[in-house]
């Protein structure tokens, strides 16, 4: 099993920054795609940004240009730096790591942590 915990998350006004993130621990093997997702009560989850192992990026159209995602192999953790945030960017933030065991992937889920932008 592998446990993702999150960290990083609170208040902020508009036009502020937060940094998340996200450490990978317990039984992994090779973690492969790790990810950031978002949910506002009553909506899908929603991928905000993703990032592969050597560091290729893909991000939602709602927030290129001012989010980056990150990530330390060595250290199993994933980074998500959010700036001019804005009040629709206000969700609760989950991390997902794929995790490569005999080549069978594992989804693994953070219990998410809430992010609130204030006008």
């Known amino acids: 099993q592998v446990q993702l915990v999150e960290s990083g998350g609170g208040l902020v006004q508009a036009g502020g920054s937060l940094r998340l993130s996200c450490a990978a621990s317990?039984?992994?093997?090779?973690?492969?795609?790790m990810k950031w997702y978002r949910q506002v009560p009553g909506k899908q989850r929603e991928l905000v940004a993703s990032i592969t192992p050597p560091g290729t990026t893909t991000y939602a159209d709602s927030v290129k240009g001012r989010f980056t995602i990150s990530r330390d192999n060595a250290k199993n953790t994933v980074y998500l730096q959010m700036n001019t945030l804005k009040p629709e960017d206000t969700a609760a933030y989950y991390c997902?790591?794929?995790?490569?065991?005999?080549?069978?992937?594992?989804?693994?889920w953070g219990q998410g942590t809430q992010v609130t932008v204030s006008s």
């Open positions: 997902n790591a794929w995790d490569y065991c005999d080549s069978i992937p594992t989804s693994y």
């Open positions: 317990g039984s992994i093997c090779s973690i492969n795609a």
